[in-house]
């Protein structure tokens, strides 16, 4: 059965304090692992999609990496306004759904 | 602008009535989706369509229902056969030739 797991539920980090976070998954045949960023009441923002093992991307604080049992997003010297749950999502070959994990709520105090 | 419209944003509805629940984008994606976040759950797909005048169900398409008559809409009725519809209700799209699909700003329904 294809699935999400994403570690730690919650994180809570000083003003410039990096860190990441996990995503394992197990997929029948990986089409791609997408995360995205929520912000309380809505609906969630697009960072990033990945393809293949040994890819990475990056947008100013953050990197997504991907490995072929799990993928990281990386946060680097974060800012309050980084506060927000991330979610991972994968999507398995010769299918149009998204399998979700529950969620990483990121907390970044000044 | 273009984008994914939801509305509304806030809903109450009492036990026992249907209510739909409206997502609009001018996009000019071809597929659209319906997925339904509760607290401690990952998203989960209700129904999606990839063409007008069709759709497929997905996990935990009991007690909803769709139409696609158009390609700009895909609306959500809740029917009173869903037991728990009290959630947060979102809706994407997918651009043709990719695979990520963008999210609208979600509906709260709440059942009183």
């Known amino acids: 059965e294809d699935q999400v797991t994403q570690s730690p539920e919650a994180l809570r980090l000083q003003e410039g304090e990096s860190s990441s976070l996990n995503c394992s998954y197990t997929v029948s045949g990986l089409r791609g692992l997408f995360w995205y960023r929520q912000d309380p009441g809505k609906g969630p923002e697009f960072l990033f999609t990945?393809?293949?093992a040994g890819e990475e991307k990056e947008k100013e604080r953050l990197k997504a990496t991907l490995t072929k049992k799990e993928s990281f997003l990386h946060i680097t010297a974060p800012k309050p306004e980084d506060s927000a749950t991330y979610l991972c999502a994968v999507q398995a070959r010769n299918t149009d759904k998204l399998i979700f994990g529950t969620g990483t709520r990121l907390q970044v105090f000044p | 602008d273009g984008g994914i419209t939801q509305s509304p944003k806030y809903l109450f509805r009492k036990e026992g009535q249907n209510v739909t629940l409206s997502c609009e984008q001018n996009l000019n994606h071809d597929a659209m989706y319906w997925y339904r976040q509760d607290p401690g759950q990952g998203l989960r797909l209700i129904y999606y369509s990839q063409i007008v005048n069709d759709f497929q169900k997905g996990d935990i398409a009991e007690g909803y229902s769709v139409s696609r008559e158009k390609k700009e809409s895909f609306p959500l009725t809740v029917t009173s056969a869903q037991k728990n519809p009290t959630a947060f209700y979102l809706c994407a799209s997918l651009p043709s030739g990719t695979d990520t699909q963008y999210f609208g700003p979600g509906t709260r329904l709440t059942v009183l």
């Open positions: 990945l393809y293949s």
